[in-house]
Every structure is written in structure tokens, then in C-alpha cells.
């Protein structure tokens, strides 16, 4: 009884709090319940998954953002557009770094960190400045490298703010934003496709608030700002047909996804097969 009492806590605070934290080459993959080492498997794989879920589990919760990730599902999805273009990311790191320095900005304190940021402001698309501050004041804390909640290094935290102040949320953000709509097109696919596995998938999908449209969020408290529900937005999408934004796009997926399931439930719950 005490191992299953304490298991999932040690799991939490020392991989997913800690371990995740420090380990920084693909971020959208350092997130909670996944496995940074295998940051991909196989579609055999997957539908294995799939139909284990729905012979043992067919009313387990399914999840892609809750209250806890780190990263919505939008902002992973964006970083892990980062896999398929390592050239092109590479030169845009080059870029911001040497922008950074030359317009007289503070460097990272440690280039964990500035791999770490680079990453988040891209998934974020447009850097915001206390948003992202938060984020990555927390990331530096929960890593317990250089500063701790416990043991805090005013110093290093200093550097953190000035780094993100002059790279980030600096001259350099028009760069990572103008390289963010650059990749908008594989974002789009990785967020609506996500978005189709999770609601037609075995097991029961939670909807996260605000989720039903794009959402862009990091780690709390920013995922828990009050969701601007629009529900006057369905009305319009479901009179026209063509979509106008992302958002649009992916609210009207999730409208008809969840539409099908409550039309066809033989298709879905326990009496279903896959």
C-alpha cells in the first residue's frame, strides 16, 4: 500500500518536476506522462495502444492539456514542427543569439536555459514578456541546477529576467515570430491532426478549458487563466463553410468530432471495437 501511495509522487517531483526540466534538446516531448526518450513511435505501435485502451480501458480519460502540462498541446505542436526543419532552426538560433548580443542584450546564464527559451517562444509563436518570464523562472527553479525554490540564487534569477527581457521579449522576437508563421502550415497540420486522434481515439477525451479552439498556454499558473468561451463563433462556422483562422478550424473539428461521438455511440465506449 505505501509503494502505490508514494510511487506516483516520486515519479512527479523526480522525473517530471526535476528530470524533465533538465533535460531540454525537444521540449514538446519533456511533458507529463511522456517519455523524452522516445519522443515518436511507430503507427503499429500507436494502434496498439489504441485497441489496448479500448479492450481494458474503453472509459479511461483521454488528455492532450490539463491544469498540469507544462505546454498546451498548440505549444508542443509548434515546437515539435522544430524536428522536421534542424537546419533551418539551427540558423535561427544563430540568428537571435547574434541579434541578441549585437544590440547590446544580456546573454543566456547557461545555454540549457537558452535552449530551453528558444524553444518555448517558438511554440508560443509571439513571445509574451511576463508570461514567458513566469514560465521560465519556474523551469530554472524546478530543474534545481542553478536555483531552487528553496534555495533561491538572486543572482542567476537576475540573469534569467535579463536574458529573456533582451532575447526572447526582445529585438530578436520579431525574428522567432516571423520563423513561427514561416512553420505555420506544419503547426496547422500537427495541431489538427493531434486534435483528431484525441477526440475519436478509445477512451473518453477531456476538452480542456479553451481548448475546443487554439490555445496556447505554458506551464501554471498561465494555464489557468479564466477560457473566453465564444460560443456565438460555432453558430457563424456551422452557417459557412470556409474556416478563417486556426482557432476556427480547430474549434469546428472538435465540434464535429464530439457531434459524431453523441450521434454514433456504438462507435465509441465499451461496445465498440478497434
Not at 219 to 227: E, L, M, S
Request: proline share 7%; hydrophobic share 40%.
Amino acid at each position: 500500500a505505501r509503494f502505490a501511495q508514494t510511487a506516483s509522487a516520486l515519479r512527479a517531483k523526480a522525473v517530471e518536476d526535476t528530470a524533465f526540466y533538465r533535460h531540454a534538446p525537444l521540449l514538446s516531448a519533456a511533458e507529463v506522462g511522456g517519455a523524452p526518450e522516445r519522443p515518436a513511435v511507430p503507427v503499429e505501435e500507436f494502434h496498439a495502444y489504441c485497441a489496448r485502451v479500448q479492450r481494458d480501458w474503453p472509459y479511461s480519460g483521454t488528455v492532450l492539456t490539463t491544469h498540469d502540462t507544462k505546454r498546451s498541446a498548440d505549444v508542443r505542436a509548434g515546437i515539435s514542427v522544430l524536428t522536421q526543419c534542424p537546419g533551418r532552426w539551427a540558423d535561427l538560433l544563430a540568428e537571435v543569439t547574434e541579434q541578441t548580443s549585437r544590440t547590446g542584450g544580456t546573454g543566456a546564464p547557461d545555454p540549457q536555459l537558452a535552449w530551453a527559451a528558444w524553444q518555448t517562444a517558438v511554440g508560443f509563436g509571439f513571445p509574451y514578456d511576463q508570461r514567458l518570464q513566469n514560465a521560465l523562472l519556474k523551469h530554472v527553479r524546478e530543474a534545481g541546477l542553478h536555483t531552487s525554490w528553496t534555495e533561491q540564487n538572486e543572482a542567476y534569477e537576475k540573469a534569467v529576467a535579463a536574458f529573456v527581457e533582451a532575447g526572447p521579449c526582445g529585438p530578436p522576437l520579431y525574428a522567432v515570430a516571423s520563423f513561427a508563421r514561416e512553420m505555420d502550415a506544419h503547426v496547422r497540420a500537427n495541431v489538427l491532426g493531434a486534435a483528431l486522434l484525441h477526440l475519436t481515439m478509445p477512451g473518453v477525451p477531456d476538452v480542456y478549458q479553451g481548448t475546443e479552439g487554439e490555445y496556447r498556454a505554458l506551464v501554471d499558473p498561465d494555464n489557468r487563466r479564466p477560457a473566453r468561451f465564444q460560443p456565438h463563433v460555432l453558430e457563424r462556422l456551422d452557417s459557412q463553410r470556409e474556416r478563417w483562422d486556426l482557432s476556427e478550424e480547430k474549434l469546428a473539428l472538435t465540434a464535429a468530432a464530439l457531434r459524431l461521438r453523441g450521434r454514433r455511440p456504438e462507435l465509441f465506449g465499451g461496445a465498440a471495437t478497434y
